[in-house]
Nanobody, 125 residues
Framework: HVQLVESGGGSVQAGGSLRLSCAAS????????MAWFRQAPGKEREGVARIATGSGNTYYADSVKGRFTISQDNAKNTVYLQMNSLKPEDTTMYFCAASLSWWRCHVLASSDINYWGQGTQVTVS
């Protein structure tokens, strides 16, 4: 069965860094769009970064551009989110996600997602 297992969340001071990992299994990794979303309480889920696993093309929300980097290790079916220069407003739950609609990676929305991870908390103080 499909699994997206996240790790790497935690607490950090403003200006610090964290790296999130998401190990995928149970589906064909190299022909989809992997993404990180975040959701604060009472707010809609926001797409943070995406990577088309076949081409390696990456896409970012304006709020994280220049600070966050999404990458992948195809051999491990794992996607990463390197978060630098973290701000208190980055505090929330982060979710790994996979969409089989790889052709929509450049405009991916939460409605395109086929699989979600369980989420990992990031706290910036």
């Amino acid at each position: 069965h499909v699994q997206l297992v996240e790790s790497g969340g935690g607490s950090v001071q403003a200006g610090g860094s964290l790296r999130l990992s998401c190990a995928a299994s149970g589906f064909t990794y190299n022909r989809n769009c992997m993404a990180w979303f975040r959701q604060a309480p009472g707010k809609e889920r926001e797409g943070v970064a995406r990577i088309a696993t076949g081409s390696g093309n990456t896409y970012y929300a304006d709020s994280v551009k220049g600070r966050f980097t999404i990458s992948q290790d195809n051999a491990k079916n794992t996607v990463y989110l390197q978060m630098n220069s973290l701000k208190p407003e980055d505090t929330t739950m982060y979710f790994c996600a996979a969409s089989l609609s790889w052709w929509r990676c450049h405009v991916l929305a939460s409605s395109d997602i086929n699989y979600w991870g369980q989420g990992t908390q990031v706290t910036v103080s």
